[in-house]
């Protein structure tokens, strides 16, 4: 059975730091685009950063510069450093798996930043 376990998230005061895993398992990651969303009460679930299997990245404009999406095959991995975080970064953070025919979810993993 296809698992992400995402882990990482937690309360955390404005300009800090935090850093996501996602785990995969029963699934072969390095065909797969990796990529991290969030959804905060009341709105809809967004996007915050992809990578590719050869290890583009793209990102929202809201967290450009501040997080960084990484991949690491041989551990079926996918991480997101947060930097300089801010209250409007709460939200859970859902990791995806994706190619062209299937796509799985990650259940998600609560990030708070407040003071």
């Known amino acids: 059975q296809v698992q992400l376990v995402e882990s990482g998230g937690g309360l955390v005061q404005p300009g800090g730091s935090l850093r996501l895993s996602c785990a995969a398992s029963?699934?072969?990651?390095?065909?797969?685009?990796m990529g991290w969303y969030r959804q905060a009460p009341g709105k809809q679930r967004e996007l915050v950063a992809t990578?590719?299997?050869?290890?583009?990245?793209n990102s929202a404009d809201s967290v450009k510069g501040r997080f960084t999406i990484s991949r690491d095959n041989a551990k079926k991995t996918v991480y997101l450093q947060m930097n300089s975080l801010k209250p409007e970064d709460t939200a859970v953070y859902y990791c995806?798996?994706?190619?062209?025919?299937?796509?799985?979810w990650g259940q998600g993993t609560q990030v708070t930043v407040s003071s």
């Open positions: 990578i590719t299997t050869g290890g583009m990245t």
């Open positions: 029963e699934i072969n990651f390095r065909f797969y685009t």
């Open positions: 995806k798996a994706e190619t062209t025919i299937r796509t799985y």
